[in-house]
């Protein structure tokens, strides 16, 4: 099974580039699981026809009990994907990575991978602070490997650099490592440039470099990623070339 965990500073695109990496796996035949791990609950939306999940954090404070189904917190999207939403407390009132914590004991208690034994599990997570609950896909065994989205700008590298850092205090306890960084382009003067040489300084791999694009914003306005509104388009083709890329690494078809 590819277990791997997204992060990435906030509005730098990993949302995108987890839900167009998921649905390049579904289009190769795996069966995949995707869970955004952000309060915004917005991680699935274009693989659901934009028609959001409800978060399993809404659900919980709208009912008296857990919920006893994974029907009630999941939906199928593109490719049969499967989308879960951790989402988060009440705007103000409690901490953000409660929700990922809560999340994860509930699929945990619900059987999620006995019962759907994925070949392929997405954890989107948002990644200006890697601690408490942002730290669970990395540190209690869900994810396997990390991919960091950056762009040229110096937050986005700054974040990625803390990331990057937060992750290597988790190698010696056989926790998630880095596989490299996915480049979203945001065409910054020298941004190529830029995240190469942080790459090359922290020892890390461009795994994927994807274009600026305005077919993602396209195809996002009617709740699609790119894989499905046009799977023949560059930008498309720099994420099936990624989902390649780890599904052989992985051991081909026997992921």
Known sequence: MIKLAIYGKGGIGKSTCTANLAAAFA???????????????????????????TPVMDWMRDHDDEP????????????????????????????AGRGIITTFSLLKELRLFETEQP?????DVLGDVVCGGFAAPIREGYAEQVLIVTSGEKMALYAANNINNAVKNFEDRSYAKVRGLILNRRNVTDEAQKVYAFAESAG???????PRSD??????????????GNPECETA??????????????????V
């Open 204 to 210: 890390l791999a461009v795994a994927a470099d994807i």
């Open 119 to 123: 070949d392929v599990v997405l954890y």
């Open 68 to 95: 006893d189904s994974l029907d009630q917190i999941s939906a199928r999207g593109f490719g049969g994907v499967l989308c879960i939403e951790t989402g988060g407390p009440t705007p103000g009132l409690g901490c």
């Open 215 to 228: 077919d993602i914003t396209k195809y996002e306005d009617t709740g699609k990623t790119v894989i499905e």
């Open 27 to 53: 289009m190769r035949g795996k069966k995949v699981i995707q869970i955004g791990c952000d309060p915004k609950a917005d991680s699935t939306i274009n693989l659901l026809g934009g028609r959001p999940v």
């Open 237 to 254: 083709k720099r994420f099936f070339a990624l989902a390649d890329l780890l599904i052989a690494e992985k051991g081909g078809r026997d």
